[in-house]
């Protein structure tokens, strides 16, 4: 339905009256599932960009800026309540210009904005309503607001008139407001700005126990995570406490133990989906019992990851490999099958890339439901079980006559380790009840694929096909590597890279990944720093599973692009400027932050890549510069650990050397025992290399010469004298005698991890 603007509006359309020419929603066309989400809603909604503000301004309007996704629950109640009611929409069109977001598609605009909003509201959160200056400045901003008024908070409509009055009455306030916060925002960047030249400061071992006694203060002991409800899964702060694990040191017990209880009460939750795997964006109650039902693509691969690492380390007697190795393998499968795009011709059937989440809400006769397709009562399950096993497994899974999501139903979930015989009953039932649950409505995909989150998943399903012994994962994360090398990554011209930071006058650039791709067209922005940096770490842990150079040269390649496009002035920023408003918004200083959110920072994240590549290329430069980066860390260590995990992890890594080991020597039996075995290590930021016999095909095809390495710390390494395959260990490519045996290979691992 499309509406004409209200003649209600003429004040707000600078006394003009009646509809302003090309006045339409202007969604229909957009690829994003999101933003198509709202085609159809009377506001005038228009796609973030220069047209939308010129036309603000030309008005001489305030903006409305919506930031939301496709898989959140709130945005839909609000979407329902207000943007599809017709009185709202036309006071709206008529006083404003109406943007809608996609936070997915533009991290960029979704962090400046958020920033506002906490600033402003002191809350932050989607749908996330922001009001802006033409220019893009943000003067006021808060969440959902409801279509009545409520304790504590206004209804939208007396929103919007508040905000319409202050724009034509108290301008001048509003445009002081406006600048003060800029400013404020641009003096919080500074504080956050990192030089990348000069030698850094060294790791002090010492801020990493700091670290975790701290996360130990906030630590739930009884039900697991940090703080309490919401709670989120901490996945990052989760890495950092396991590669702590794994070296001697008076924390690291405590480390193993905070880790194991939050993997635990995690994965025997709600949280976890009991039947098909996965976890859920995260749960509304402490104990993990209601879960907010989105399933996300960087969540899940993140949590892989953790639960893989956990495998690695060995578990404990409260959480043991083999329990966190079936929760891996079943959200493994889950990705596949659940967000795996299928590729064309042979590939078909097949995840070729992975899309970006599984929606809360289930419509159900039109209606959205939250978490209507994982919900049942002691009723359903007595229909499917039979009278046997339905009470007994509603028991078991805490399916009460009162529910805990409806007034009736409630999702699957233990809370507990089950035993034997319980898992016996489970492990029988459940094939029933999943096909019953297939039965349901299910919840919508948002089928973008983003380049970022897509190398998550490519290190992790990489790693947990390394671990689990599982080559159909690794051959997932290779498809998937592919799909971004043919789909996402753009070899540079001086066209492709115009307006790029860094790129030359001179000659092809190193090229530009761009950020989102849908139906394997790439489109819209360039890649984040975060995009750059996820991808260069899961293709170089892909060239570690693989030993496949191709995935080494692509990650060096992307690493060269970013570090021209996010820190060609030596200093560093997530985002190359595509956006003036954005800008204007930040005072007029490119921002950078630090903090994890959702994912590991970009800046974390990147010094991971940087000090991984670093060790396989032996690049000073690179290793310099990600020591910069870890220059962020003394200040939040111990003030906000929770929220610098990925800092703490690749510092950590650091601090290890990182331990570079190459393997060299014929491909065979032996060969792959010893490259097992350092799959297996769970040494922290080991770095492996692998001289395979396709590895050197491909860098000779490359153009690296006979008999020359494409991977910088294979050069030199050969064989034992009788032609058998062995290891070097390596610290900044200074090596130690090498080693033939898996025995030997651990024991020296040991010590060079302490």
Known sequence: MKAADSANGAAGNGGTGGAWPGAANALAGEPSAYLRQHADNPVHWRPFGDEAFDFAAQRDVPVFLSIGYAACHWCHVMAH??????????FLNANFVAI????????????????????????GGWPMSVFLTPDGRAFHAGTYFPPRPMPGRPSFRQVLEAVREAWLERREGVEHNADTLARGMAETQLAAAVQLTGPPDPVDAGLLADAVRVLARSEDPHDGGFGTAPKFPPSPVLEFLIRH?????????????????????MSRSALFDQLDGGFARYSVTRDWSVPHFEKMLYDNAQLLRDYVHWVRLGGDAVYTA??????????????????????????????????????????VDGKHLEGASYLWTPEELLDILGPDDGPVVARLMNVRAAGTVTQAASPLHPGRLLDDAERRLWDRVRPRLRAARSRRPQPARDDKVVAGWNGLAIAALAEAGAVLDRPDLVAAAGRA?????????????????????????????????????????????????EDYAFCADGLLALYGATGSDRWYRLAEDILRAACLRFAADGTLVDTAGESSQVFNAQGQRAGLEPFDNATPS???AFAGALLGYAALSGSADHRIM??????????????????AGWLLATAQAALAGPVEAAVVGPD?????????????????????????????????????????AAVPLLEGRTAAADGSPQVYLCRGMVCERPVGSVAELLERLATMAG
């Not at 809608?100 to 809350?123: C, F, H, L, N």
């Open 81 to 90: 309540e207000s943007f599809e009611d017709q009185a709202t929409a036309d």
């Open 100 to 123: 809608k977001v996609d936070r997915e598609e533009r991290p960029d605009v979704d962090a400046v904005y958020m920033a506002a909003t906490q600033a402003i509201s002191g809350e």
């Open 245 to 265: 694990a794994a070296v001697a040191s008076d924390t690291a017990g405590a480390a193993r133990e905070m880790a194991g209880r939050t993997l635990a009460a």
């Open 322 to 363: 083999g329990e966190a190795a079936d929760v891996a393998s079943r959200t493994a499968d889950w990705m596949i099958a659940s967000l795996g795009l299928s590729g064309p011709g042979d590939m078909a059937g097949q995840a070729e890339a992975f899309a970006s989440s599984l929606d809360a809400d289930t419509v």
């Open 481 to 529: 590597a592919a799909y971004l090398e043919r789909v996402h990554w753009q070899a540079g011209t001086r066209e492709q890279l115009a307006g790029q930071r860094g790129a030359g006058e001179h000659g092809a650039g190193p090229g530009t990944l761009v950020r989102v791709s849908h139906a394997g067209r790439a489109r819209g922005i360039g890649g984040l720093l």
């Open 602 to 604: 970009g800046a974390a």
């Open 626 to 643: 990600a020591g910069n980066v870890l220059s962020l860390l003394p200040p939040l260590a111990t003030r906000a650990p929770r929220a």
């Open 668 to 708: 065979g039996p032996a060969r792959a025992e010893l490259h097992h075995a350092l799959l297996l290590s769970a040494s922290p930021g080991l770095v492996i290399a692998v001289a395979s016999d396709a590895g050197m095909s491909a860098g000779m095809s490359a153009g690296v010469g006979a008999g020359a």
